[in-house]
Protein backbone atom coordinates (compact mmCIF):
# COMPACT_ATOMS: atom_id res chain seq x y z
CA UNK A 1 0.00 0.00 0.00
CA UNK A 2 1.70 3.07 -1.00
CA UNK A 3 1.72 6.55 1.05
CA UNK A 4 -1.05 9.30 1.70
CA UNK A 5 -0.77 11.94 -0.62
CA UNK A 6 -1.32 15.53 0.31
CA UNK A 7 -3.72 16.92 -2.26
CA UNK A 8 -2.02 19.53 -3.45
CA UNK A 9 -4.19 20.49 -6.49
CA UNK A 10 -6.85 21.30 -3.99
CA UNK A 11 -5.39 24.20 -2.67
CA UNK A 12 -7.60 26.65 -3.33
CA UNK A 13 -6.81 30.12 -0.90
CA UNK A 14 -3.62 31.80 0.97
CA UNK A 15 -4.58 32.18 4.54
CA UNK A 16 -3.23 33.87 7.67
CA UNK A 17 -3.89 31.55 11.11
CA UNK A 18 -3.02 32.90 14.27
CA UNK A 19 -3.47 30.68 17.59
CA UNK A 20 -4.51 31.86 21.03
CA UNK A 21 -3.95 30.84 24.56
CA UNK A 22 -6.53 31.03 27.49
CA UNK A 23 -6.17 34.67 29.05
CA UNK A 24 -4.88 37.84 28.38
CA UNK A 25 -1.51 39.39 28.09
CA UNK A 26 -0.64 42.60 29.77
CA UNK A 27 -2.24 44.53 27.83
CA UNK A 28 -5.48 43.00 27.85
CA UNK A 29 -5.64 40.95 24.47
CA UNK A 30 -4.97 37.06 24.16
CA UNK A 31 -2.00 35.57 24.29
CA UNK A 32 -0.51 34.93 21.07
CA UNK A 33 0.51 31.34 21.08
CA UNK A 34 1.84 30.38 17.44
CA UNK A 35 1.24 31.95 13.66
CA UNK A 36 1.46 30.44 10.13
CA UNK A 37 1.08 31.98 7.04
CA UNK A 38 0.45 29.71 3.68
CA UNK A 39 -1.99 27.90 0.95
CA UNK A 40 -4.92 25.87 2.29
CA UNK A 41 -8.04 24.01 1.34
CA UNK A 42 -10.71 26.24 2.34
CA UNK A 43 -14.15 25.46 2.37
CA UNK A 44 -17.61 27.39 2.97
CA UNK A 45 -20.42 24.86 3.75
CA UNK A 46 -22.41 26.56 6.79
CA UNK A 47 -23.53 23.78 9.42
CA UNK A 48 -25.17 23.42 12.63
CA UNK A 49 -23.01 21.42 15.04
CA UNK A 50 -24.67 20.02 18.31
CA UNK A 51 -22.26 19.94 21.05
CA UNK A 52 -22.50 16.79 23.69
CA UNK A 53 -24.17 19.63 26.53
CA UNK A 54 -26.70 20.28 23.69
CA UNK A 55 -25.88 23.47 22.72
CA UNK A 56 -26.25 24.36 18.59
CA UNK A 57 -23.11 25.98 17.03
CA UNK A 58 -23.27 27.35 13.50
CA UNK A 59 -20.03 27.01 11.80
CA UNK A 60 -19.70 28.72 8.47
CA UNK A 61 -16.43 26.33 6.86
CA UNK A 62 -13.75 24.97 7.27
CA UNK A 63 -9.61 25.59 6.33
CA UNK A 64 -7.80 22.27 5.94
CA UNK A 65 -3.81 22.63 6.14
CA UNK A 66 -0.93 19.94 5.48
CA UNK A 67 0.84 19.04 8.36
CA UNK A 68 0.52 20.03 11.69
CA UNK A 69 0.56 23.56 12.24
CA UNK A 70 1.69 24.07 15.61
CA UNK A 71 3.39 20.98 16.66
CA UNK A 72 4.75 22.30 20.28
CA UNK A 73 0.97 23.36 21.07
CA UNK A 74 -1.19 19.78 22.14
CA UNK A 75 -4.48 21.56 22.74
CA UNK A 76 -5.65 24.77 20.93
CA UNK A 77 -7.95 26.97 22.54
CA UNK A 78 -8.93 29.57 19.72
CA UNK A 79 -7.66 31.71 17.41
CA UNK A 80 -8.24 33.63 13.98
CA UNK A 81 -8.36 32.99 10.42
CA UNK A 82 -7.96 35.59 7.81
CA UNK A 83 -8.62 34.93 4.06
CA UNK A 84 -8.95 37.45 1.46
CA UNK A 85 -9.22 40.15 4.14
CA UNK A 86 -12.45 38.62 6.04
CA UNK A 87 -10.93 37.07 9.90
CA UNK A 88 -12.99 34.03 10.92
CA UNK A 89 -12.61 32.45 14.93
CA UNK A 90 -11.86 29.08 15.00
CA UNK A 91 -14.25 26.88 16.52
CA UNK A 92 -12.80 23.64 17.00
CA UNK A 93 -9.28 21.95 15.49
CA UNK A 94 -8.81 18.58 14.64
CA UNK A 95 -5.35 16.80 13.70
CA UNK A 96 -5.49 13.21 12.18
CA UNK A 97 -2.66 11.39 12.12
CA UNK A 98 -1.08 8.76 10.24
CA UNK A 99 -0.31 5.39 11.70
CA UNK A 100 3.78 6.03 12.48
CA UNK A 101 2.10 8.98 14.17
CA UNK A 102 2.70 11.47 11.94
CA UNK A 103 0.13 14.65 11.55
CA UNK A 104 -1.38 14.50 8.24
CA UNK A 105 -3.25 17.54 8.18
CA UNK A 106 -4.94 20.36 10.47
CA UNK A 107 -8.72 20.83 10.17
CA UNK A 108 -10.28 24.32 11.62
CA UNK A 109 -13.99 24.54 11.80
CA UNK A 110 -14.48 28.08 11.33
CA UNK A 111 -17.41 30.38 13.06
Known sequence: ??????PKWAENAI???????DGLNENGGPIQ????SGRCIFSVKPKKTIHAKGNA???QGSVTVQGDIAPKTPKVSG????INGC???IGSVSRPTLPDGRVFHTRLELM
Open 57 to 59: VMT
Open 15 to 21: CTITLTQ
Open 33 to 36: EASW
Open 1 to 6: MGALVW
Open 87 to 89: DYK
Open 79 to 82: GVVT
